[in-house]
């Protein structure tokens, strides 16, 4: 069964640094999404991605935060002057086109900031 | 504010019983509802969805919408010990950018 790829499966980083965290969608899915989970709490909404362009943000995702599709697989999340509170698993999602279709979900990225 | 919210548990079902999950959600225009299941934080993966009022069953897990009482459930069969795992209910409104809310999950114990 087709799956949502990312790496690496755990980032360490000096805070202040820049990370990119990639994923690689279901190869047919259109929209694309990034979550956090803080450990011990819920699972947060990022940001969507449909047809090469922000579709929908939260308030997470102010301008320390980017995405990009740089190629036709690719899809990745970088993350400016990362900050402590910035440690997180971060996931990546796709979903079809049409209405109602659920969300794919990787396996996560473990970003530690240090 | 859109809100999800679960008994965080832990859960304690025997195995082969009836493992019970309730979701209750806040916005009243929510229209996709699904169940995930995550083993320690990483694979968290698709249960179920379910989108119009009533059961939807499939294998031996169940899904459950009220939309009147805005209340989903996810009801598990003959429980397995691998059925051990925090289930996440999250809920959307429907369209295709929509991000998921997320309920904080309900840890399952099946006790062997």
């Known amino acids: 069964e087709p799956e949502v790829t990312q790496t690496p499966s755990h980032q360490v980083t000096q805070m202040g640094q820049e990370v990119i965290l990639r994923c690689v969608p279901i190869?047919?899915?259109?929209?694309f999404y990034w979550y956090r989970q803080i450990l011990g709490q819920k699972v947060e909404f990022l940001v969507s991605f449909y047809n090469n362009e922000i579709s929908e943000k939260s308030e997470i995702f102010d301008d320390q935060f980017s995405v990009e599709r740089p190629d036709g697989s690719n899809f990745t999340l970088k993350i400016r002057s990362t900050k402590l509170e910035d440690s997180a698993m971060y996931f990546c999602?796709?979903?079809?086109?049409?209405?109602?279709?659920?969300?794919?979900f990787g396996d996560g990225t473990r970003l530690s900031i240090l | 504010q859109k809100e999800v919210e679960q008994n965080s548990g832990p859960l304690s079902v025997p195995e082969g019983a009836i493992a019970s999950l309730n979701c209750t959600y806040s916005d009243r225009g929510s229209q996709s509802f699904f169940w995930y299941r995550q083993y320690s934080v990483i694979s968290t993966e698709l249960i179920m969805s379910?989108?119009?009022?009533g059961d939807k069953e499939d294998g031996r897990f169940t899904a459950q919408l009220n939309k009147a009482s805005q209340y989903v459930s996810l009801l598990i069969r003959d429980s397995q010990p691998s059925d051990s795992a925090t289930y996440l209910c999250?809920?959307?409104?429907?369209?295709?950018?929509?991000?998921?809310?997320f309920g904080k999950g309900t840890h399952l114990i099946i006790q062997p």
């Open positions: 190869s047919n899915h259109l929209y």
């Open positions: 999250a809920v959307s409104s429907g369209g295709g950018a929509d991000g998921l809310t």
């Open positions: 999602a796709s979903s079809g086109t049409g209405e109602l279709q659920p969300q794919h």
């Open positions: 379910i989108y119009s009022n």
